[in-house]
T-cell receptor
Framework: DAGVIQSPRHEVTEMGQEVTLRCKPI?????LFWYRQTMMRGLELLIY????????DSGMPEDRFSAKMPNASFSTLKIQPSEPRDSAVYFC???????????????FGPGTRLLVL | AQSVTQLDSHVSVSEGTPVLLRCNYS??????LFWYVQHPNKGLQLLLK??????LVKGINGFEAEFKKSETSFHLTKPSAHMSDAAEYFC???????????FGTGTRLKVLA
């Protein structure tokens, strides 16, 4: 398996522009997470999907952020308009949630390094 | 409330000496516990996972961790550090019966030649 795939790996944009980050989870996984990593705040969960449905978006910073998962093999995170404070590394992770007491392993993508000028 | 504490933000060891990265957790139920490693400009890679089977868990690259319920600890160890072990390490608690994971703040391991 190719693992979790993210694109682009690097993105440099100017303030006010729209940014779209993409993620392809591991085939067969039913849970998808978007995280943001910064030096100041560490790893923050932005949104969690289960079976393509957003379950928890309480970590999405504000209305400028939106995420979709139109099917089991693709998700996007969009920032519109982007701001310099959005500069961070954005990770996508997937897992197989079976609803038991044991947490399943999350598998992380390589991340998208976003710089907003 | 559930939480995870990595007791050291930075650890330096000499190559060939033992590594100890400390992690304490707080959880109402038997948690699942993970250690991930993140090399510079890379994603997080699973080192090992505890899920209430054996308390001593062996992972990749010679790492292991011991679950001690009485101490609420899950420290990561390696007998002999290698230069390639230099990275950031995250202790993670998975909350039983939920999709939620709590990440520690990370420990940056430096390996000196």
């Amino acid at each position: 398996d190719a693992g979790v795939i993210q694109s682009p790996r690097h993105e440099v944009t100017e303030m006010g522009q729209e940014v779209t980050l993409r993620c392809k989870p591991i085939s067969g996984h039913n849970s998808l997470f978007w995280y943001r990593q910064t030096m100041m705040r560490g790893l923050e969960l932005l949104i969690y999907f289960n079976n393509n449905v957003p379950i928890d978006d309480s970590g999405m910073p504000e209305d400028r952020f939106s995420a979709k998962m139109p099917n089991a093999s693709f998700s996007t995170l969009k920032i519109q308009p982007s701001e310099p404070r959005d500069s961070a590394v954005y990770f996508c992770a997937s897992s197989l949630w079976v609803g038991g007491q044991v947490q399943e392993t999350q598998y992380f993508g390589p991340g998208t390094r976003l710089l907003v000028l | 409330a559930q939480s995870v504490t990595q007791l050291d933000s930075h650890v330096s060891v000499s190559e060939g000496t033992p590594v100890l990265l400390r992690c304490n957790y707080s959880s109402s139920y038997s948690p699942s516990l993970f250690w991930y490693v993140q090399h510079p400009n890379k994603g997080l890679q699973l080192l090992l996972k505890y899920t209430s089977a054996a308390t001593l868990v062996k992972g990749i690259n010679g790492f292991e961790a011991e679950f001690k319920k009485s101490e609420t600890s899950f420290h990561l160890t390696k007998p002999s550090a290698h230069m390639s072990d230099a990275a950031e390490y995250f202790c993670v608690v998975g909350l039983s019966g939920t999709y939620k994971y709590i990440f520690g703040t990370g420990t940056r391991l430096k390996v000196l030649a």
